[in-house]
């Protein structure tokens, strides 16, 4: 229960229509293994377009379909088209204050036979803040689309899964947190996964995967820690996510 409530905290916080990406630090402690009957969701990648202005991000998909981000507005729209036709249109969140697209997939990812999207805008950051970044997800529910904004780190490809193997989409949350001695009476980091799902058109905390705790040990890991109790865990996650969305 108290995991729960503080986990409700801070993806209340993070999930709000709310930095550069992917700096090499998480790719290694994903919270699988690959032998373990996780796979990979099947997604399909846009394509970057060149445009003779620097207003404008363009990006194309198979089976015609079409994203701008429109720089050229104040907040950034983004505009998302099927063969011409727009199906797609909101302002970014302004708290995305580099508005420069670096990944986009699409695929159905809530099985109701419509394409959704996901969009990954990074930041200007350097070291493990290179990591942060936003996953703008615009999901389909009742035949119409809404926009939602997930706060985390080094957000790719690979936090898009098939966790059972049954055909439906789990996305995982990744955050960075400095831990307190454990077990062996010695401080370690952890990058810290939570798992969500989709439902009725948003992204909520899945109740049947819990979070996974891998330590930092500058090479590849997929272990969740026996370092740390639950109670350690949630004061030192209320911690560090706390003292950054609470301010």
């Given at each position: ?155 790719g490809r690979e ?27 010695q401080s370690h ?59």
């Open positions: 229960m108290i995991r729960f409530c503080a986990l409700i905290v801070f993806l209340i916080l993070s999930l709000q229509p709310l930095m550069a990406y992917n700096g090499g630090y998480s790719p290694g402690y994903e919270p699988y293994t690959g032998k373990d009957g996780v796979r990979l969701f099947p997604l399909i990648s846009f394509e970057q377009q060149k445009t003779e202005q620097n207003e404008y991000d363009m990006m194309t998909c198979k089976g015609g379909f079409e994203l701008k981000v429109d720089r050229t507005l104040s907040p950034v729209l983004l505009q998302i088209r099927h063969q011409e036709k727009e199906i797609f249109s909101e302002a970014l969140p302004e708290c995305i204050y580099s508005p420069y697209i670096s990944e986009a997939w699409r695929g159905d990812l809530n099985g109701d036979g419509m394409s959704d999207f996901i969009c990954v805008f990074g930041g200007t950051g350097c070291g493990l803040a290179s990591e942060y970044c936003h996953a703008v997800f615009v999901l389909s529910y009742e035949r119409r689309y809404h926009m939602q904004t997930l706060f985390t780190m080094g957000f936090h898009v899964v098939d966790w059972f193997g049954n055909g439906r989409c789990t996305i995982i949350h990744t955050w960075f947190v400095y831990g307190e001695p454990g077990k062996d009476r980091n952890y990058w810290v996964h939570n798992f969500l799902e989709i439902s009725s058109g948003s992204l909520e905390i899945s109740e049947r995967i819990p979070w996974k705790w891998i330590m930092f040990t500058y090479k590849p890991n997929h272990n969740d820690t026996v370092q740390l109790t639950e109670q350690q865990k949630v004061r030192c996650w209320m911690r560090s996510t706390l003292k950054l969305f609470m301010q």
